[in-house]
């Protein structure tokens, strides 16, 4: 099992910055690969950004040059720096634990608790 805690959303107004955390505990050896979901009422869950072990990383075309993923391997600790934030990024966002293949981001069933990003002036 993988245990993913996630902090750091809120409100924020357009334009405006924030950066989610997702601590990872457990059986950790058998990932390889992190990703930030988010999801709105009415529909399907999202895939925003991805980061593998070798620090290989793919965003969401929505996301790209705003959003930042990285990771801290001694604090087995990912992260997602949100810049420019937009109306349309309001969402709860999702930390999951998975696996990359080199060419796609597949999750498995370990995900985070969920945290609420509201972007609104």
């Known amino acids: 099992q993988v245990q993913l805690v996630e902090s750091g959303g809120g409100l924020v107004q357009p334009g405006g910055s924030l950066r989610l955390s997702c601590a990872a505990s457990?059986?950790?050896?058998?990932?390889?690969?992190m990703g930030w979901y988010r999801q709105v009422p009415g529909k399907q869950r999202e895939l925003v950004a991805h980061?593998?072990?070798?620090?290989?990383?793919n965003y969401e075309d929505s996301v790209k040059g705003r959003f930042t993923i990285s990771r801290d391997n001694v604090k087995n600790t990912v992260y997602l720096q949100m810049n420019n934030l937009k109306p349309e990024d309001t969402a709860v966002y999702y930390c999951?634990?998975?696996?990359?293949?080199?060419?796609?981001?597949?999750?498995?069933?370990?995900w985070g608790q969920g945290t609420q990003v509201t972007v609104s002036s």
């Open positions: 999951n634990a998975g696996y990359f293949d080199g060419s796609a981001y597949f999750p498995r069933n370990y």
């Open positions: 457990g059986r950790i050896f058998t990932i390889n690969a």
């Open positions: 980061i593998s072990s070798g620090d290989r990383t």
